[in-house]
């Protein structure tokens, strides 16, 4: 009998395609706007994403996101070398200041100071240069999104050696990297540790975190509860501070409540095209539906072409609407300002369980109307 349901289904092509375009049209906009709003929450925690060494950050007590690390002093990195469990800790600076083009121009930027020795926290990915070359006196690496927002001149073309100011202090452009850009798309500035000293404004304190790895065989959970046993500072490892960012923005941004409109919008719409198309092409079929019931068909095998029906235009319109939005993301992953946005599998599987309810949503009503149906329609 699948045959002769499909007949039924493709027999009125607008309908069918209708049907089709609903269900696509709703995966795309649920898919879209959930890798959105993902890859908006992803940035907002880009900065502990990118340092990739270490798997614990202790900072001041009571920080609750990234963004808000209150300065400390450089002999606290001491105190937090000296806990049992500890491999090693190094400094961390993160400061948003500004630089001066030779032609007066000026731009904010977020500086990264990262450990001289060690270059722990830098970047993995380079466009340009070396990151052996951050060792040189003044230099500095920005990110590819930075240099392209910085010198939009220069059309991409990496042109390293170029010198600004940094709190009347000079700075050498000696490499483009990769990076998550910031929540707030500020170009991110690399350099030594010792350097960002320098080029911050001049505070009491300019420790803004420590970044610490533990010992083998030592969990980090237990490195960081020995660290607050015996420093009194706040450690985490990198995992729940990623989550404690995120947190924090889904808290207190209006950004969950918008991005969630419009997914149930996308929800909405695909339920209530694809209900209304297929109860109506079932009505238009009741005749059909009564002579298969006339001619002995029960009602179980009624339901499952149903369902059958149901599950072919839903699996058709959600591998479109998937499709399109993984073509969106595939042939934007070049553009710098869309640039950490993708199409997660978790999205995925959760756009398939919504065409799931969808299709239940839109077959249920035809069921009922099918099932109450009397042989008899066919002869009237």
């Given at each position: 009998?699948?045959?002769?349901?499909?007949?039924?289904?493709?027999?009125?092509?607008?309908?069918?395609?209708?049907?089709?375009?609903?269900?696509?049209?709703a995966?795309?906009?649920?898919?879209?706007?959930?890798?959105?709003?993902?890859?908006i929450?992803?940035?907002?925690?880009?900065?502990?994403?990118?340092?990739?060494?270490?798997?614990?950050?202790?900072?001041?007590?009571?920080?609750?996101?990234?963004?808000?690390?209150?300065?400390?002093p450089?002999?606290?990195?001491?105190?937090?070398?000296?806990?049992p469990?500890?491999?090693?800790a190094?400094?961390?600076?993160?400061?948003?200041?500004?630089?001066?083009?030779?032609?007066?121009?000026?731009?904010?930027?977020?500086?990264?100071?990262?450990?001289?020795?060690?270059?722990?926290?830098?970047?993995?990915?380079?466009?340009?240069?070396?990151?052996?070359?951050?060792?040189?006196?003044?230099?500095?690496?920005?990110?590819?999104?930075?240099?392209?927002?910085?010198?939009?001149?220069?059309?991409?073309?990496?042109?390293?050696?170029?010198?600004?100011?940094?709190?009347?202090?000079?700075?050498?452009?000696?490499?483009?990297?990769?990076?998550?850009?910031?929540?707030?798309?500020?170009?991110?500035?690399?350099?030594?540790?010792?350097?960002?000293?320098?080029?911050?404004?001049?505070?009491?304190?300019?420790?803004?975190?420590?970044?610490?790895?533990?010992?083998?065989?030592?969990?980090?959970?237990?490195?960081?509860?020995?660290?607050?046993?015996?420093?009194?500072?706040?450690?985490?490892?990198?995992?729940?501070?990623?989550?404690?960012?995120?947190?924090?923005?889904?808290?207190?941004?209006?950004?969950?409540?918008?991005?969630?409109?419009?997914?149930?919008?996308g929800?909405?719409?695909?339920?209530?095209?694809?209900?209304?198309?297929?109860?109506?092409?079932?009505?238009?079929?009741?005749?059909?539906?009564?002579?298969?019931?006339?001619?002995?068909?029960?009602?179980?095998?009624?339901?499952?072409?149903?369902?059958?029906?149901?599950?072919?235009?839903?699996?058709?319109?959600?591998?479109?609407?998937?499709?399109?939005?993984?073509?969106?993301?595939?042939?934007?992953?070049?553009?710098?300002?869309?640039?950490g946005?993708?199409?997660?599998?978790?999205?995925?599987?959760?756009?398939?369980?919504?065409?799931?309810?969808?299709?239940?949503?839109?077959?249920?009503?035809?069921?009922?109307?099918?099932?109450?149906?009397?042989?008899?329609?066919?002869?009237?």
């Amino acid at each position: 009998m699948n045959w002769v349901a499909w007949k039924m289904l493709t027999g009125d092509r607008a309908k069918y395609f209708g049907l089709i375009f609903g269900i696509a049209f709703a995966c795309l906009l649920m898919a879209h706007q959930m890798s959105i709003f993902c890859g908006i929450m992803r940035r907002t925690a880009g900065r502990i994403v990118d340092v990739r060494e270490a798997e614990i950050w202790v900072t001041q007590p009571n920080v609750i996101y990234v963004e808000e690390l209150k300065p400390m002093p450089d002999t606290y990195l001491y105190r937090v070398r000296g806990v049992p469990g500890v491999a090693w800790a190094v400094p961390y600076m993160k400061n948003q200041i500004q630089i001066r083009f030779r032609d007066g121009s000026f731009r904010n930027v977020l500086m990264i100071g990262i450990d001289d020795a060690t270059l722990i926290g830098a970047p993995t990915t380079m466009y340009a240069g070396s990151l052996a070359d951050l060792r040189k006196p003044d230099a500095f690496i920005v990110d590819k999104a930075g240099y392209t927002f910085l010198w939009p001149e220069d059309k991409g073309q990496y042109q390293l050696g170029k010198i600004v100011e940094i709190n009347d202090r000079r700075a050498v452009l000696v490499g483009v990297c990769d990076c998550l850009p910031t929540f707030q798309t500020l170009p991110v500035l690399f350099t030594r540790y010792s350097q960002s000293r320098v080029y911050a404004p001049p505070e009491r304190n300019q420790l803004s975190a420590i970044l610490a790895h533990a010992e083998d065989g030592v969990s980090s959970s237990e490195v960081c509860q020995r660290i607050q046993d015996q420093t009194g500072l706040s450690a985490n490892d990198d995992d729940s501070m990623y989550w404690k960012t995120i947190g924090y923005y889904l808290r207190s941004t209006g950004i969950p409540i918008n991005f969630g409109i419009t997914i149930f919008l996308g929800f909405f719409v695909g339920a209530a095209i694809a209900g209304q198309t297929f109860y109506l092409f079932v009505i238009e079929n009741l005749k059909q539906f009564g002579s298969l019931k006339a001619m002995g068909l029960g009602n179980l095998r009624i339901i499952a072409m149903i369902l059958f029906q149901v599950v072919i235009v839903s699996i058709i319109g959600y591998a479109i609407g998937m499709g399109l939005c993984a073509a969106f993301f595939e042939g934007t992953k070049n553009q710098v300002h869309l640039a950490g946005f993708y199409l997660m599998w978790q999205i995925a599987v959760i756009v398939a369980i919504a065409v799931s309810v969808i299709a239940i949503c839109a077959s249920f009503l035809a069921m009922r109307k099918v099932l109450l149906l009397e042989p008899a329609v066919v002869f009237k």
